[in-house]
């Protein structure tokens, strides 16, 4: 199983982006997907997750300006990102809770979306 993220670039603030996220392999099930941030010199922190029920959580930096959905069909979520700031600049990372028959689980990491937020 993996993880393929997509939607990074370079916007000015007050933008908007969209990120993107498919999940990809032997999938029986996935609970949690969502993103995470980087930014530099700084730890990894939680932007948004999502369940695969529906439920949504987001950091208070997140709050009333990202909105993430899921496509449970297609094993995807995607990131909305408007009235971005110079401080979201940092790398994107998408991240899952794959669940396999018999009740095992793995989290797993995609690889990282670059987004640059220009004053």
């Known amino acids: 199983v993996q993880l393929q993220a997509s939607g990074g670039g370079l916007v000015q603030a007050g933008g908007s982006l969209r990120l993107s996220c498919e999940a990809t392999?032997?999938?029986?099930?996935?609970?949690?997907m969502g993103w995470h941030r980087q930014a530099p010199g700084k730890e990894r922190e939680l932007v948004a997750d999502?369940?695969?029920?529906?439920?949504?959580n987001y950091a208070d930096s997140a709050k009333g300006r990202f909105t993430i959905s899921r496509d449970n069909a297609q094993n995807t979520i995607h990131l909305q990102m408007d009235s971005l700031k110079p401080e979201d600049t940092a790398v994107y990372y998408c991240?899952?809770?794959?669940?396999?028959?018999?009740?095992?689980?793995?989290?797993?990491w995609g690889r990282g979306t670059l987004v640059t937020v220009s004053s």
């Open positions: 999502i369940t695969n029920s529906g439920r949504t």
């Open positions: 392999g032997n999938i029986f099930g996935i609970e949690t």
């Open positions: 991240d899952a809770e794959f669940i396999f028959r018999g009740g095992a689980s793995l989290h797993s």
